[in-house]
């Protein structure tokens, strides 16, 4: 009994022993499912990195900043002249002359090569003597006018170039006031100045420009058209050869 016992253990054991070599490699570890599931993941290759990441472009350099413009050119160097045909500004009493009544008109005629003038002159201011300013209201006005002259010296060869007005008083007689001219007035280059000093006359007024005996290098003139004087006239031609009027006119070349 104990053989036939035996017997049959060591057949049954050999049939296990069968069975365990008839698949080799199955055991925990080599489930099929499991074993499919590593196959396709194997077969999947791991994504090649992408292609590289373009680099930015370039920042474009800005554009160099224009230079600045060259600087303007500063004006040059000025010159302050002043056309005068008197050796004295000093007024002398009961020297010059007017008409009575109406209006007075007196100038001076001023080439400006002669006073050493080559280009325009910026004519900025005019000085004139004051013999007398009587004044029914204690002061008047007296108006400066400048043209420019184009042959002899007659009314109708002038050209006006600008006026300006000041309020002379009655205690001005016996100086000499200045008229302030803004904005200045041209006289172009190589041009004759013509300076005129024009008094009203009105009711209860008297202008007389201021004049001297001094020396002058060139003649001043009158016009009094309600004395018969509808031109300029020289002091001389009326009798009056040593009234030299003080006239003058200051500008910037």
Do not use: W
């Not at 008839?22 to 599931?37: C, K």
């Not at 050209?159 to 006289?187: F, S």
Request: glycine share 8%; net charge negative.
């Amino acid at each position: 009994m104990r053989a036939a016992a035996t017997a049959v253990r060591l057949s049954l054991l050999s049939s296990l022993v069968a069975c365990a070599t008839a698949a080799p490699g199955v055991g925990a570890d080599d489930d099929p499912l499991v074993d499919a599931a590593r196959a396709i993941d194997a077969a999947r290759d791991v994504d090649a990195p992408g292609p590289p990441v373009d680099a930015p472009p370039p920042i474009d350099a800005p554009p160099p900043i224009d230079a600045p413009p060259p600087p303007i050119d500063a004006p040059g160097p000025t010159t302050t002249v002043t056309l005068t045909q008197s050796s004295s500004m000093a007024v002398t009493p009961a020297t010059s002359v007017a008409c009575s009544s109406g209006e007075n008109s007196y100038y001076r005629v001023f080439r400006l090569t002669d006073h050493g003038v080559a280009g325009p002159l910026q004519v900025n201011r005019v000085d004139f003597g004051v013999q007398d300013a009587t004044a029914l209201l204690g002061s008047q006005p007296v108006q400066v006018k400048l043209y420019t002259l184009a042959g002899p010296f007659a009314l109708a060869n002038l050209t006006p170039l600008g006026t300006t007005t000041v309020t002379v008083a009655a205690a001005a007689a016996g100086t000499v006031v200045q008229a302030p001219i803004a904005p200045a007035i041209t006289a172009p280059a190589g041009s004759t100045l013509v300076v005129e000093v024009l008094a009203a006359g009105a009711f209860g007024n008297q202008f007389i420009l201021g004049a001297n005996t001094a020396a002058e290098t060139q003649p001043g003139y009158l016009r009094g058209p309600s004395c018969g004087s509808a031109a300029p006239v020289t002091f001389a031609s009326i009798a009056f050869p040593d009234a030299h009027i003080v006239l003058t006119a200051t500008g910037v070349q």
